[in-house]
């Protein structure tokens, strides 16, 4: 089979035994076993998220991923994503290289918007800008991944002029725009050459067929060679699908809840869970039940690789099991499905 599997976390908060979050720092450190484990077990990739709230732990996925960097050996490592509206694609550039070195050639970077906004006042940027920061800064983070002289002006920082920037790389860095499902944002990203990350966390998956057509026709339109289309999508693999339901169903509830009252969604049901699970984008279940239904969705959307977000409001313990179960049964119970 060609299509890959990966892992992605955003560093959520875990709990303990008795349901109390556990400490950032141990978040952390548990997070960088895990890319050890997901090394171990043969995946493909390992991604690492940024945020800058207190339900999640990591704000420089970088740091981590060179963590785990020094310990793995093959899988690529990436960030899943980096607010690239918020940072200076000058220092995104320099991090990534810096990383690539450090794990030889493995580094990834999947630039987004960001979904959740906290980044932009953190860092002093006006969300009405929200468009033009990333409009501006994945144009400059384009030019920069040639390494070579870039002269560059916009609005959003100051100007460049034949100016190189460093580390440089060996083959360069593989780079990626994470899209959540507008027309608007595929379009660009064919445009620029980069390869498409898909945030497929609600509703059924089948729905992105289109844009992935889309992402096809506007790269013949552009004159841009294919580039590579991966899932990023919830889930929890536990050894039964009940024991999956009632691991992950409270902090489901808490996380969709949250983000409700953030966003304006209206309050999540017990019905809207077990819809998820059913037929949305939620993969959560026995390594049987999780195995069929990626593989039913890797039928329907053509793409490279199929990354599982393993990381819920669950001890850690249950995540790690998740991972073991992930690499250990689903994945080749997947390739057997396709094969």
């Given at each position: 089979m060609s299509i890959e599997f990966g892992l992605d976390t955003f560093g959520g908060v875990t709990i303990d035994d008795d349901g109390r979050p556990v400490d950032h720092p141990t978040v952390i450190r548990d997070l960088v076993e895990d890319g050890v484990v997901a090394d171990q077990a043969g995946l493909d990739f390992f991604g690492v998220g940024e945020h800058h709230r207190p339900d999640f732990a990591v704000s420089s996925p970088e740091m981590v991923l060179a963590a785990i960097a020094a310990r793995t050996s093959r899988i690529r490592l990436g960030s899943a994503v980096t607010v690239l509206s918020s940072d200076d694609p000058v220092r995104v550039f320099e991090r990534f290289a810096t990383l690539d070195a450090v794990s030889n050639g493995r580094a990834e970077i999947v630039a987004g918007r960001g979904s959740f906004i906290e980044s932009f006042p953190l860092f002093g940027y006006d969300l009405a800008d929200y468009d033009v920061l990333f409009d501006e800064k994945l144009d400059l983070l384009s030019r920069l991944l040639r390494e070579k002289p870039v002269t560059w002006e916009g609005t959003t920082r100051t100007a460049l002029t034949d100016q190189r920037v460093y580390p440089t790389t060996a083959n360069g860095i593989p780079t990626w725009v994470g899209v959540g499902g507008t027309p608007e944002s595929v379009v660009r990203t064919a445009q620029y050459g980069f390869n498409l990350f898909l945030a497929i966390i609600g509703g059924p998956p089948d729905r992105f067929a289109a844009y992935i057509d889309l992402f096809d026709r506007a790269q013949d339109q552009y004159g841009t060679p294919r580039a590579k289309v991966a899932v990023h999508s919830?889930?929890?693999?536990?050894?039964?699908?009940?024991?999956?339901?009632?691991?992950?169903?409270?902090?489901?509830?808490?996380?969709?809840?949250?983000?409700?009252?953030?966003?304006?969604?209206?309050?999540?049901?017990?019905?809207?869970?077990?819809?998820?699970?059913?037929?949305?984008?939620?993969?959560?279940?026995?390594?049987?039940?999780?195995?069929?239904?990626?593989?039913?969705?890797?039928?329907?959307?053509?793409?490279?690789?199929?990354?599982?977000?393993?990381?819920?409001?669950?001890?850690h313990s249950v995540q790690r099991r998740s991972i073991e179960l992930y690499g250990d049964q689903v994945i080749p119970l997947v390739k057997d499905m396709l094969g």
């Amino acid at each position: 089979m060609s299509i890959e599997f990966g892992l992605d976390t955003f560093g959520g908060v875990t709990i303990d035994d008795d349901g109390r979050p556990v400490d950032h720092p141990t978040v952390i450190r548990d997070l960088v076993e895990d890319g050890v484990v997901a090394d171990q077990a043969g995946l493909d990739f390992f991604g690492v998220g940024e945020h800058h709230r207190p339900d999640f732990a990591v704000s420089s996925p970088e740091m981590v991923l060179a963590a785990i960097a020094a310990r793995t050996s093959r899988i690529r490592l990436g960030s899943a994503v980096t607010v690239l509206s918020s940072d200076d694609p000058v220092r995104v550039f320099e991090r990534f290289a810096t990383l690539d070195a450090v794990s030889n050639g493995r580094a990834e970077i999947v630039a987004g918007r960001g979904s959740f906004i906290e980044s932009f006042p953190l860092f002093g940027y006006d969300l009405a800008d929200y468009d033009v920061l990333f409009d501006e800064k994945l144009d400059l983070l384009s030019r920069l991944l040639r390494e070579k002289p870039v002269t560059w002006e916009g609005t959003t920082r100051t100007a460049l002029t034949d100016q190189r920037v460093y580390p440089t790389t060996a083959n360069g860095i593989p780079t990626w725009v994470g899209v959540g499902g507008t027309p608007e944002s595929v379009v660009r990203t064919a445009q620029y050459g980069f390869n498409l990350f898909l945030a497929i966390i609600g509703g059924p998956p089948d729905r992105f067929a289109a844009y992935i057509d889309l992402f096809d026709r506007a790269q013949d339109q552009y004159g841009t060679p294919r580039a590579k289309v991966a899932v990023h999508s919830p889930g929890l693999v536990a050894d039964t699908d009940d024991q999956a339901r009632e691991l992950a169903y409270d902090g489901w509830f808490a996380t969709r809840t949250t983000m409700g009252r953030e966003r304006g969604w209206p309050p999540p049901t017990p019905s809207d869970f077990e819809s998820e699970i059913v037929d949305g984008s939620l993969y959560l279940g026995s390594p049987e039940t999780v195995a069929t239904k990626i593989a039913r969705t890797l039928s329907v959307l053509k793409v490279d690789r199929f990354d599982l977000k393993y990381d819920q409001p669950v001890p850690h313990s249950v995540q790690r099991r998740s991972i073991e179960l992930y690499g250990d049964q689903v994945i080749p119970l997947v390739k057997d499905m396709l094969g």
